[in-house]
């Protein structure tokens, strides 16, 4: 239930950098725990009905969460399940998600391409 909060601050976001004009789509990186793709576009889809960025196109760039042994500093891919558990490089068990991984970040909007003159 997380991602709708995200959703809406995404939208927040968007909207905010488009200034009133018509949003078509938004690629947003987030980082530092998963997310399912489909469910924030289509939140997002759904927090933006009657504003300017209704019929928005999310895309979510993923950035994968990196262990980090607090033993020798070794790092690993969240998705190696061993390395939940011991870090491959020493064997110690003392194992954290980096702290610097977890954001949120707008990296692009496409605004609607603007009518021509006297167009309805």
């Known amino acids: 239930m997380h991602e709708l909060g995200l959703c809406e601050d995404i939208l927040?976001?968007?909207?905010?950098r488009a200034a009133g004009r018509p949003v078509v789509a938004?690629?947003?990186?987030?980082?530092?725990?998963?997310v399912d793709p489909e469910v924030i576009n289509q939140n997002v889809q759904v927090a933006a009905m009657g504003t300017a960025a209704e019929g928005i196109r999310i895309e979510v760039i993923s950035r994968p969460t990196v262990l980090r042994c607090r033993d020798c500093g070794a790092t690993a891919?969240?998705?190696?399940?061993?390395?939940?558990?011991?870090?491959?490089?020493?064997?110690?068990?003392d194992i954290a998600a980096d702290d610097?991984?977890?954001?949120?970040?707008l990296e692009s909007?496409?605004?609607a391409a603007p009518s021509p003159a006297g167009a309805p």
């Open 100 to 105: 610097d991984q977890h954001e949120v970040l």
């Open 26 to 34: 938004a690629r947003v990186r987030i980082g530092g725990h998963p």
């Open 77 to 93: 891919d969240a998705g190696d399940a061993l390395a939940l558990v011991a870090c491959r490089h020493c064997g110690g068990v």
């Open 12 to 16: 927040r976001a968007v909207l905010n």
């Open 109 to 111: 909007i496409t605004l």
